[in-house]
């Protein structure tokens, strides 16, 4: 199925920087002040940046007045209660989060998270209000067998499962190759734009075509501003997550500048 390409317009840019586990809270408001500053003048695009637990109120404080959204990394799926360790949608909404990143690579295979509770955190973000940045992507040794696009499929079919078409229109889609995070090694335009429309297609196929149009799928994977613009050229790629090349304003708002010169109004 294709999907018709007119409302690709509206889909503004979106640049999320993920901070990982790095950054104290002094280093984070620094980093955030830095960012804030340099991208005051930069029209058109979604920015958001998602610090470690530890610095979200400092940020929120710091990002406040601009246009600069702010992105938890991390959500439990139940509301409150006895659950140590862990942090609510409710929690995140009161320090100021908008986003919430769930399924990072990273925890899924680090901690162990599956499609199940990646499904549940989706729902747990939503029914708090909180947009979900959905990571999913494939590992090489699934790249190498040819199964990527199964892969896709199944980690969106489960991510997805049971949510409903107007929730669905409200989640922003990461497409990370996991063999691309951190590692310098970016998927290829060409490899990148295989998988979004894919991705597309298959929204386009369940929730019909005006929702695949308007989906915002973010490519992430060692995007540094060298790669950034021949990525965004790419017509299913509508921004970015970026891991290591947002722990450093330069380079995270240079990124910002290619998408935004590439896919701007
Ligand atoms: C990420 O953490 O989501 C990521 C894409 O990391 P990096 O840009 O460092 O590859």
Redesign the pocket.
Known sequence: MEVKEEKAGLRVPFIAG?W?MNKTIAEAKKLAAEITKSAFNLEGAEIVLCPPFTALYEVAKTIEGSSIQLGAQDIFWENGGAFTGEISGSLLRDVGCQYVIVG?S?RRQIIGENDWIINRKVKAALRNQLLPIL?LGETLEERQKGLTLTRIKAQLDEALKDVNQDDVSKIII?Y?PVW????GVNATPAQAQEAHHYIRMLLAEKYGQELAACAIILY????KPENASSLAKEADVDGF??????LDHVSFVKIIEKMIEVKGK
């Not at 992430?220 to 995007?223: I, K």
Request: charged content about 15%; proline content about 0%.
């Open positions: 993920n990982k990072h990273e990571c990461a990370e691309a995070i951190g590692t992430g994977g060692s995007v997550l970026v891991g290591g090349a947002s």
